[in-house]
């Protein structure tokens, strides 16, 4: 059969057998390797979120318990319990004349 066929015939079936074999097996090919790419993507960022959601149900578990509470109370808002004096630590004063630790010879910054 193929005898019998013209030279551009010829070329048009090879054309065509190349197209299909295009379609059929390289196109999906390229496909499923951009899918597997795409997965392995989506399993390192989910392994990364599982990761955030496990240290932050940690976080909520220790939010839950009254020390927590209290330290955060006290670090974040100065709050005390009823009863306590809260101490103010003031650091020293310092004049034009003399550096921070109040020695003369020590360097003075003054703005500009």
Do not use: C, H
């Amino acid at each position: 059969m193929l005898a019998r066929l013209s030279y551009r015939a010829r070329w048009v079936v090879a054309a065509v057998l190349g197209l299909a074999f295009l379609l059929v097996f390289v196109f999906p090919t390229r496909s499923l390797l951009a899918q597997r790419t795409e997965l392995g993507d989506a399993k390192r960022e989910l392994e990364i979120i599982d990761e955030q959601n496990r240290r932050l149900e940690l976080q909520r578990q220790r939010l839950q318990t009254a020390d927590e509470i209290e330290e955060l109370a006290r670090a974040l808002y100065l709050m005390i319990w009823p009863g306590e004096t809260p101490y103010v630590v003031v650091p020293p004063a310092t004049d034009a004349t003399t550096g921070p630790s109040g020695n003369p010879s020590a360097p003075t910054t003054t703005a500009p």
